[in-house]
């Protein structure tokens, strides 16, 4: 019985971070309604989706003790296999989300309308974080062991990534205009783009 609870609680927070990190990515179309406030709003949107996300953190380590036997697919049969695999994934998206989140600053964890477009790792890559930060959710499949969350997480990964590249970068355009336009022909969102002669 607590198998499917637990299932049931990290697909809702799941649901939950996609929704309240989108949310956070918004400040200035909710300003259009809300006024100023909508600012500081989109700072408790962003911690709201932390909480959300650790929590998912939680009950996805919690798989390790409740999985459903059907679909309980073990990468490997010594445990260790799938811990080897998480942190070669955990490594280099680590660095990719300090680097993004300390290059950021503050608006890493809040929205503020003085903050200038950034420079350092996002002269090369827009999404620094997102990039990070999402491998880490495979990373975590393979650390449970789990075939069928390495499948769930990637599935999620490649699902919510897109939608939320696309929300935050219209707020993004409505907050820099121009600028950011250019930006974004030069700079991929994921990956380095190429330069063309």
Same mark, same amino acid.
């Given at each position: 019985m607590f @198998?499917?609870?637990?299932?049931?609680?990290?697909?809702? +927070?799941?649901?939950?971070?996609?929704?309240?990190? +989108?949310?956070?990515?918004?400040?200035?179309t909710l300003s259009e309604r809300r006024g100023e406030r909508a600012w500081k709003e989109c700072g408790i949107y962003r911690f709201i989706a932390i909480l959300f996300e650790f929590a998912a953190i939680i009950f996805i380590f919690l798989w390790i003790c409740y999985p459903f036997p059907p679909i309980d697919w073990p990468i490997h049969q010594h445990w260790w296999v799938g811990i080897i695999i998480s942190i070669i994934i955990?490594?280099?998206?680590?660095?990719?989300?300090?680097? /993004?989140?300390?290059?950021?600053?503050?608006?890493?964890?809040?929205p503020s309308k003085e903050?200038?477009?950034?420079? /350092?790792?996002?002269?090369?890559?827009?999404h620094p974080q997102t990039l990070g930060e999402m491998s880490l959710f495979i990373a975590l499949g393979f650390a449970v062991n789990s075939w069928f969350m390495v499948l769930l997480l990637t599935a999620y990964v490649l699902l919510y990534t897109p939608i939320m590249i696309i929300i @935050?970068?219209?707020?993004?355009?409505? %907050?820099? /205009? @121009? +600028?950011?336009?250019?930006? %974004?022909? %030069?700079?991929?969102?994921?990956?380095?783009?190429?330069k063309r002669n």
């Amino acid at each position: 019985m607590f @198998e499917w609870i637990n299932f049931a609680l990290i697909l809702f +927070s799941l649901v939950m971070f996609a929704f309240f990190y +989108s949310l956070s990515t918004l400040p200035v179309t909710l300003s259009e309604r809300r006024g100023e406030r909508a600012w500081k709003e989109c700072g408790i949107y962003r911690f709201i989706a932390i909480l959300f996300e650790f929590a998912a953190i939680i009950f996805i380590f919690l798989w390790i003790c409740y999985p459903f036997p059907p679909i309980d697919w073990p990468i490997h049969q010594h445990w260790w296999v799938g811990i080897i695999i998480s942190i070669i994934i955990a490594i280099p998206s680590t660095a990719f989300m300090i680097v /993004g989140m300390l290059h950021a600053g503050k608006e890493t964890s809040a929205p503020s309308k003085e903050t200038p477009m950034y420079g /350092g790792i996002y002269n090369y890559i827009r999404h620094p974080q997102t990039l990070g930060e999402m491998s880490l959710f495979i990373a975590l499949g393979f650390a449970v062991n789990s075939w069928f969350m390495v499948l769930l997480l990637t599935a999620y990964v490649l699902l919510y990534t897109p939608i939320m590249i696309i929300i @935050e970068e219209k707020d993004l355009i409505k %907050r820099f /205009g @121009e +600028s950011y336009l250019e930006y %974004r022909k %030069r700079v991929g969102a994921l990956w380095l783009k190429r330069k063309r002669n």
